[in-house]
């Protein structure tokens, strides 16, 4: 008790922060852990079910579409945003301006500041049809224009290129961080064993690179579940049944359709395969050796 | 890489084919910029011309104005200003006085309070939307700007981003003034606070952007209109075409100057940005 005198002005700075994680972080958890389990009514008593909720997620052919549109679209994501940001960093490291470097970083950076809605909203308008800049230059080529985002064929890919577009300078902008910081010595002691400039890029600056890899895979696998913002801003009626994930699946569920429990219980299922997924990751990669 | 060798004819080959692919690789970044900027410069008729247009066509300030007064944008830039500056202050705040208590030695019961922050960090925050939605209901915050501030009003990853802002200031300079007397709010007011300056610099600016772009909790707790804040003003705006129920059609300039408004005080902010961003990544990724 003496202790908690001591400190009590340290305890009451920490009040405001542990009561916010409680009632918006815990209580929500547990609250939804509950909902899970129970039909969940605006009005009377709420009966507890059992598994129902989720059996109902799991039986729901619906589901399983946006599963797997979750994993396809996810996967596509993740892969492009891997491999992009990494060759970006190796080639502007290649460039031997630094003003050109400077501003390339500087402008491919920027659509990672602004939110899908202004970019969704951005590429909706110029891969519009009629107007849209990107049909347009596909007819001064002399094609026909396509319609991007009311085509089963182009939907899941116009979803994985736009993110590729707006995290790359992110992605790219931690790597270049990582290449600043290796030790100039290895680069010295490759050149004197007569290293090219291939081989230095293969032998020295990727290896050197490999916990910053581990990084920006594990940030980005967690994204994969999540995605919801892009598909809510880009979707439409025609291409649903292509890009609806599960984020979009649940939101609909519960507060459109207004079936709380199995809504909730689907994003249970989301909560315990990301620790699933993080599990497994983490191991592949031996994310805790550095 | 001074010593390089660059003259070798291979070399500069690579070198220019490198330019060439960087640099093409800008232009998509830059035109898509240049397009919407240039449209929503232009008159109504002209924005909607099939054309390639990378500079205002018939130069106009009709879009803004029609977005900004007839459409009524001010209400959402409003709210919006009101949630970005309250939600960020709060969060800085309280951030940085949960960072301030983990610093502390000998506190009985911190690594307590620091496995319960890395456990929050561990929830999907996505994932627990509905309940979050039910109790933001039950607190009747539905369609509140209150329910929007409060989303993400103090994170795991600023606090520990604090912290380690916090780690760097010598602890032995806190005791000193203690054993002459200060408390802890002063030491942490007048002491911890002016020396992070980096540190608050990166949290604001972090917040301040993520605040201004705060979309989700906007379309979970928000239906009534007058509450609308900017992303999902716009987004009826630009994506909801036909849902706007409008008697008059909305052109392309308008759409576009939509988004020009709402870029205009990220861009303000940027050249800040870039340089607290990765240090901050950096340091509030650090666990240890």
Known sequence: MRAVFKFKTLYLMMVPVLAYFILFSFYPLARGLVISFQKYRLIGDRPFVGIENYASILKDPFFWDVFRNTIVIGVGIFVINFILPLLLALSLNEVASSWFKKI?????????????????????????????????????????????LSSDRYARIVMIVTSGWKEMGFTCILYLAAIVGINPSLYEAARIDGANRWQLVRDVTVPQLVSTMKVVVMLNVLGILRMFDQIFVMRNGAIADKVDVIMMYTYQKGILEFSVGPATAAGFLVILATLIITYITRAVIRYDEG | MKSFNRTSWQSRIFDTINMLILLLLVLTMIIPFLNTLALAFSSNLASMQPEIVLWPK???????????????????????????????????????????????????????????????????????????????????????????????????????????FFLSVPYEMAESARIDGAGDLRIFLTMYMPLAKAGLATVTLFEFVSRWNQ??????????????????????????????????????????????????????????????????????????
């Open chain 1, 104 to 148: 390339t970083q500087m402008i491919v950076y920027l659509p990672h500041l602004f939110s899908w809605v202004i970019v969704g909203g951005m590429w909706i308008l110029m891969l519009s049809p009629d107007t849209g800049i990107i049909n347009q230059i596909i007819q001064l080529l002399g094609a026909e224009p396509v319609s991007f």
């Open chain 2, 58 to 164: 018939e130069f106009s300030t009709e879009g803004f104005s029609t977005v900004w007064n007839r459409m009524q944008l001010y209400l959402p830039f409003t709210n919006n200003v009101i949630v970005t500056l309250v939600g960020t202050i709060g969060h800085v705040l309280l951030s940085s006085m949960a960072g301030y208590v983990l610093i502390q030695q000998g506190l009985p019961g911190k690594k307590w309070m620091v496995s319960a922050i890395l456990v929050t960090m561990m929830i999907p925050g996505e994932a627990i939307m509905i309940p979050m939605y039910v109790v933001n209901k039950d607190l009747g915050l539905l369609n509140t700007l209150s329910a929007l501030i409060l989303s993400g009003f103090v994170s795991g990853f600023s606090v520990l981003l604090m912290r380690n």
């Open chain 2, 215 to 288: 979309f989700t909790p906007a379309v979970l707790y928000i239906n009534d209109s007058s509450k609308y804040t900017l992303q999902i003003a716009l987004k009826s705006l630009i994506v909801d075409t036909d849902a706007t129920s409008s008697n008059f059609m909305i052109t392309t300039n308008v759409r576009m100057a939509g988004i020009v408004i709402a870029l205009l005080p990220l861009m303000i902010i940027y050249p800040y940005v870039q340089k607290h961003f990765v240090k901050g990544i950096f340091l509030g990724a650090n666990k240890e």
